[in-house]
């Protein structure tokens, strides 16, 4: 998590560095801070809260003037947000911004403090600037080399040295780094929103590459100190892309980019009517090795994984394991040779995912990566990739980025039943070609959907706790509008399978609270409507999500919403929308701080 920029050129520091820092806020939001050659001194400015109060606290000092300098906006892991823990963090002659994890900072901490070295912050960061300092020789790049020879653990850091003026160096291991390249001016960045402004032209920094920016020029070396030449690449993605673009919100934008998001991700990928993921290095040989398949992801990327599994199992007849990323690396899975396992990210850098990666790559698995990010870690180890074209996310709360994994979970999924045979090429290009015309309908379902959810949010602003119920894909799908509800609304929300609701939760459900019901799943629905009257005769309020024509009466529903339809196998990506919608209208009506929900950050490259 957190983000880090830095800047060495012509314009002024200060507003470049905050500007860059503004489009990388959805890393961390709890505090930020920039250094900036400042006549000659390197000057700290660094504030608790988000830029905005970092904004003020430089209007109320005035200031910082330069041209040479490093920024971070922050989400805390080692010590309280404050502003003694804020970054940048010095030792005498050297400043740094960190994104990351030093694991190994308490050994290092004792023994720098048995050589007198003070410390006034918590954070593992302050260690990694202490020791450069205490390391330094008078030779940047040689003190970084055996500063980070001592690290364990994730790191991209910003270095500033004293005495070398407008100069930016950085480092990158495991945590994601880009050098941006303007013309008489250069960039760091964690993330490339941050650079667009400036610059659409990028290096990748790999692990333990060490870039020298100067006004005039980039220099990227190895952790040998031998000079490399790096391909420079451009950013597909245009200043809009991270903009809101007139919405009040980022999430609510991207809501709306869905249907251009799936049709940008899908229709190449279709050729003659049949899914081809040829050029990401799946065909149809390849596909009918495995015989098992673990989908391995967090949060919403693992909810998109739980589609995929019943799609899977359903159509290819293939099992399908879905796990989170941070149970799987630890519980020793039954995963070997044969297996693929798929792993899915927005980001591309969810240090749980990484690892599971790179787990399963060890045991012997085939590896396909369905990522957003485009040269993230978790895209480039994979032996097989999936790129999801929906551009830069920014909102917390992912949206377009879990349409597009399920859509490519689908594309894989006909691709993989056809391989395996028990669907014929017939079946296939039918579903293939309702997949490709799922915007339209999505479209239609945003139209359809928004004032209902909307109304419907104001029934739930005022509970402290509600349950989502579904059976099969509708169970997948409810799992991920608890979240999204949960996460921006800050309402407890629970997503049940529907018929589990009598073993014992049941028991929650008191007068008058929410439950909101998936059921476009005609083989399912009368079992789930039997299950929507059960918390009914409990007192529950019950919204039943469910597909046009499906009869549902006013005994069994409070509010209904109804979603166009389309092949049973396809409609999660309808009903999707309306989840959103009521996530999204009820942080807003509450007040929230919808696209930096509290406690979170975008990218979450820690444990
Ligand atoms: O970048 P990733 O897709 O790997 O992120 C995984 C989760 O952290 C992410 O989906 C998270 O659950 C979202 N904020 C939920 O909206």
């Not at 920039?34 to 904004?55: C, N, P, T, Y």
């Not at 485009?374 to 709360?397: C, F, N, Q, W």
């Not at 008191?510 to 299950?531: C, R, Y």
């Not at 009820?586 to 979170?600: A, I, M």
Request: glycine share 8%.
């Amino acid at each position: 998590m957190c983000g880090i920029v830095g800047y060495v050129g012509y314009r002024d520091c200060s507003d470049v560095l905050v500007k860059a820092l503004s489009k990388l806020e959805y890393r961390g939001y709890d505090s930020a801070g920039i250094a900036v050659f400042d006549e000659g001194k390197i000057k700290v400015v660094k504030s608790k809260g988000r830029l905005a109060d970092l904004e003020k606290k430089m209007l109320k000092q005035g200031a910082l003037k330069g041209t040479a300098g490093i920024g971070h906006t922050r989400w805390a892991t080692h010590g309280e947000p404050s502003d003694r823990n804020s970054h940048p963090h010095s030792g005498a002659r050297v400043t740094i911004v960190h994104n990351g994890i030093i694991e190994n900072y308490r050994e290092i901490k004792e023994y720098l403090q048995r050589h007198d070295v003070k410390f006034i912050s918590d954070t593992d960061t302050e260690v990694v600037a202490q020791l450069l300092d205490y390391n330094y020789n008078g030779d940047p790049l040689a003190t970084i080399v055996k500063t980070v020879e001592k690290l364990e653990g994730s790191f991209a850091l910003g270095i500033v040295f004293a005495d070398f003026q407008d100069t930016v160096y950085a480092i990158r291991r495991e945590s994601p780094l880009i050098v941006g390249v303007g013309k008489d001016e250069n960039f760091i960045a964690s993330d490339v929103p941050a650079i667009l402004k400036y610059t659409k032209d990028y290096y990748l920094l790999e692990h333990d590459e060490i870039a020298v920016l100067s006004k005039t020029g980039v220099e990227i070396f190895d952790i040998n100190l031998e000079k490399i030449e790096k391909e420079l690449k451009t950013a597909d993605w245009d200043m809009d892309a991270a903009e809101k673009g007139g919405y009040e919100h980022f999430m609510i934008k991207e809501i709306h980019e869905q249907p251009t998001a799936i049709k940008t991700t899908i229709n190449p990928r279709i050729q003659n009517g049949l899914p081809d993921l040829t050029e990401c290095g799946i065909t149809i040989d390849t596909l009918r090795e495995f015989k098992q398949i673990f989908v391995v992801a967090c949060g919403t990327a693992m909810h998109a994984g739980m589609v995929g599994k019943y799609t899977i199992e359903s159509l290819a007849r293939v099992p399908v394991i879905v796990d989170i990323a941070s149970e799987f690396r630890y519980r020793q899975p039954l995963v070997g040779e044969g297996d693929l396992v798929i792993i899915i990210s927005q980001s591309g850098e969810t240090a749980d995912s990484l690892a599971a990666m790179r787990l399963a790559k060890k045991l012997g698995a085939k590896t396909l990566a369905i990522v957003n990010a485009k040269g993230s870690s978790i895209a480039r180890e994979a032996d097989m990739l999936i790129y999801t074209h929906a551009g830069p996310e920014i909102a917390v709360a992912s949206t377009k980025a879990y349409t597009v994994q399920v859509a490519v979970m689908y594309l894989f999924a006909f691709l993989l039943a056809f391989a395996k045979g028990t669907i014929d090429e017939d079946e296939c290009k039918r579903l293939t070609k309702l997949l490709s015309d799922t915007p339209k309908i999505i479209e239609k379902s945003l139209d359809k959907t928004k004032k209902i959810t909307q109304f419907v949010s104001t029934k739930l602003i005022a509970c402290d706790s509600l349950m989502y119920i579904g059976r099969g894909l509708d169970y997948a799908l409810s799992m991920e509008g608890s979240l999204k509800l949960k996460e921006i609304s800050y309402i407890h929300s629970e997503s049940y399978a529907a018929g589990e609701l009598k073993h014992g939760t049941i028991s929650l459900i008191t007068d008058g609270m929410p439950v909101i019901a998936v059921a476009t799943q005609p083989h399912l629905f009368e079992k789930t409507i039997s299950n929507i009257k059960e918390v009914k005769a409990r007192g529950a309020k019950t919204i039943v999500i469910c597909t046009d024509g499906f009869n549902v009466t006013d005994d069994v529903a409070d509010y209904i919403i109804t979603v166009p339809k389309t092949d049973d196998i396809l409609m999660p990506l309808l009903a999707a929308i309306p989840m959103q919608l009521i996530a999204y209208y009820t942080s807003v009506n509450k007040g929230n701080d919808v696209d930096k929900p509290r406690n979170l950050a975008k990218s979450v490259t820690v444990e």
